[in-house]
């Protein structure tokens, strides 16, 4: 009989959902008025500022434990997946494509988690293929066609940041680092941004304005980002890769909620009930975690 889900990873699972989601539209917003490379730096630098303070009031003394020997290169290497190369890619597209569109490829995940987990010889449980197959099918009709122009590059883009996403999430599962959870997620945030700062720097990108900074979007952006952060690696290595990816399916549909009630997007009659038969397959995926 499986264990049932505790209540920190049932915060974490709905962190990622709800959080995640919004970040697709206003990260789009965004982009309208700040550089895609700045909207990462800021997000790095001030995500990087809240884990700290997170690290100093739960773990102060974990940062004595740190360590530069061969646990460090994993993390150097996700960190870099993470950010920049995830978040600058996701940036970008968001530039050229509808969020819709971005949050859509992220729905890919869950699938490829089930290939990765058949191709590694594990096989997943059929209620977690059903949902998973389910959703998969649902996230298409919800997302409809999203309005805007769409620019191939910016779909590459996103496709890119999906792989780099799911690359740097089984390096840190498979790396443990041995420190202490909030210090290692604090960790992988800080290289992310110093990796940021570099490429800012070689794409001599326009400088970071106060004004960019304290814009209300890009304040959510940051709380969202390390919110995400700390929920999605938290979690990665207490539940099944099929509900650690379930935020890719539920995020196209609260990202089309905020979308229409902040930005003014239309949703339409199909996306509604697309939106209902997503629900059904992400209880499928949750109810394959908690059966035996």
């Not at 940041?161 to 992988?188: D, K, N, V």
């Not at 930005?263 to 992400?282: D, R, S, Y």
Request: charged letters at 10%; hydrophobic letters at 55%.
């Amino acid at each position: 009989m499986t264990k049932p889900l505790s209540r920190m990873t049932i915060f974490g699972i709905a962190v990622m959902w709800f959080v995640g989601g919004g970040i697709y539209p206003f990260l789009s917003h965004a982009t309208k008025t700040i550089n895609p490379i700045n909207i990462v730096l800021i997000r790095a630098w001030g995500s990087a500022s809240i884990l700290f303070l997170a690290v100093l009031i739960l773990a102060p003394k974990s940062p004595r434990s740190f360590k530069f020997d061969k646990s460090f290169i994993p993390i150097i290497i996700s960190s870099a997946m993470y950010s920049p190369l995830c978040s600058i890619s996701l940036a970008w597209s968001s530039s050229r494509i509808p969020g819709a569109i971005s949050a859509l490829l992220y729905s890919t995940l869950p699938a490829m988690s089930i290939i990765y987990l058949a191709l590694k010889g594990q096989r997943p449980s059929k209620l977690a293929i059903s949902g998973v197959l389910v959703a998969s099918v649902a996230v298409i009709f919800l997302i409809g066609a999203p309005q805007g122009s769409v620019q191939v590059a910016g779909i590459f883009a996103a496709l890119l940041s999906t792989f780099a996403w799911f690359s740097a999430t089984e390096i840190w599962i498979r790396y443990e680092s041995g420190y202490p959870l909030i210090f290692a997620i604090f960790l992988q945030v800080f290289i992310g941004a110093l990796g940021t700062t570099i490429v800012h720097f070689v794409l001599k990108a326009p400088s970071v304005h106060v004004k960019d900074v304290l814009n209300p979007t890009m304040i959510f952006l940051i709380v969202a980002l390390a919110s995400q952060y700390w929920a999605y690696l938290g979690i990665s290595r207490r539940v099944s890769p099929a509900l650690l990816t379930s935020f890719a399916f539920v995020n196209p549909l609260v990202a089309g909620v905020i979308g229409f009630f902040a930005f003014g997007q239309k949703l339409g009659v199909i996306q509604l009930i697309a939106g209902a038969i997503l629900l059904l397959g992400v209880f499928l995926v949750v109810k394959s975690e908690t059966s035996g």
